[in-house]
């Protein structure tokens, strides 16, 4: 069952290239993983919803101030990241990063291992998402990934060559980073983190007691009235 489409596939082969293999849930299968996929993959959504919102209904108007001074606001990896950078204050167990190989914002360069992931969507394959867990210093981590790729031919205006570039954003970001990017071409990847598993078992049982809470508040008001 594809939870986020609601669709049940009945042939074992529909012939789709975009498929993501997944194994059953077996009486011994740690379905901490699992949960953690389907909340990373409504960050990952939302923000692709935020990337789509900033590119079709704010750059447009913000052209006129970007031809005087740079706005980071028109830019959809901004937009996204800042977003979700709001919802993590109320979420501090996710954490979520555009991470690209030749950014112009130095804060999107792509960590070692989020290189990693990047460089495994550039080699031909056809995956379209990367999961799985990574030990580090804080503890066991839980990620889900997807590439980025350039097919907005507008992106060039800014990552082509420098030469092309308007002089705000050079102003801003100067010279070095951010340029070469081709049509079609994967230069990074949506990135979204959860920390130790505990965290996720955490925010299970509190949403549980909330619920717990509620149905006693409403118990009590129904034998109140009674």
């Given at each position: 069952?594809?939870?986020?489409?609601?669709?049940?596939?009945?042939?074992?082969?529909?012939?789709?290239?975009?498929?993501?293999?997944?194994?059953?849930?077996?009486?011994?299968?740690?379905?901490?993983?699992?949960?953690?996929?389907?909340?990373?993959?409504?960050?990952l959504?939302?923000?692709?919803?935020?990337?789509?919102?900033?590119?079709?209904q704010?750059?447009?108007?913000?052209?006129?101030?970007?031809?005087?001074?740079?706005?980071?606001?028109?830019?959809?990896?901004?937009?996204?990241?800042?977003?979700?950078?709001?919802?993590?204050?109320?979420?501090?167990?996710?954490?979520?990063?555009?991470?690209?190989?030749?950014?112009?914002?130095?804060?999107?360069?792509?960590?070692?291992?989020?290189?990693?992931?990047?460089?495994?969507?550039?080699?031909?394959?056809?995956?379209?998402?990367?999961?799985?867990?990574?030990?580090?210093?804080?503890?066991?981590?839980?990620?889900?990934?997807?590439?980025?790729?350039i097919?907005?031919?507008?992106?060039?205006?800014?990552?082509?060559?420098?030469?092309?570039?308007?002089?705000?954003?050079?102003?801003?970001?100067?010279?070095?980073?951010?340029?070469?990017?081709?049509?079609?071409?994967?230069?990074?990847?949506?990135?979204?983190?959860?920390?130790?598993?505990?965290?996720?078992?955490?925010?299970?049982?509190?949403?549980?007691?909330?619920?717990?809470?509620?149905?006693?508040?409403?118990?009590?008001?129904?034998?109140?009235?009674a």
């Amino acid at each position: 069952v594809d939870v986020a489409q609601e669709i049940i596939v009945r042939d074992e082969d529909c012939g789709t290239t975009r498929g993501i293999w997944v194994e059953g849930l077996g009486p011994n299968t740690d379905t901490r993983l699992l949960d953690t996929r389907l909340h990373a993959r409504f960050l990952l959504e939302k923000a692709l919803a935020v990337r789509s919102y900033t590119s079709t209904q704010v750059a447009p108007l913000l052209e006129t101030q970007m031809k005087y001074a740079f706005l980071p606001q028109s830019v959809p990896a901004f937009s996204a990241t800042e977003v979700i950078a709001k919802i993590q204050k109320n979420h501090p167990e996710y954490s979520y990063k555009e991470a690209t190989l030749n950014p112009t914002n130095p804060r999107d360069r792509a960590a070692d291992w989020e290189a990693d992931l990047v460089n495994r969507f550039r080699g031909g394959t056809d995956k379209t998402e990367l999961s799985g867990a990574r030990d580090t210093p804080l503890g066991r981590m839980l990620y889900i990934a997807r590439p980025l790729k350039i097919t907005n031919p507008a992106c060039l205006q800014c990552h082509s060559t420098i030469e092309a570039a308007p002089k705000p954003l050079l102003d801003q970001y100067g010279t070095a980073n951010g340029f070469g990017w081709d049509l079609n071409e994967v230069i990074g990847a949506q990135v979204s983190v959860e920390g130790d598993a505990s965290i996720a078992l955490h925010r299970r049982d509190r949403i549980f007691e909330q619920v717990r809470s509620d149905l006693r508040d409403d118990l009590a008001v129904h034998l109140d009235q009674a």
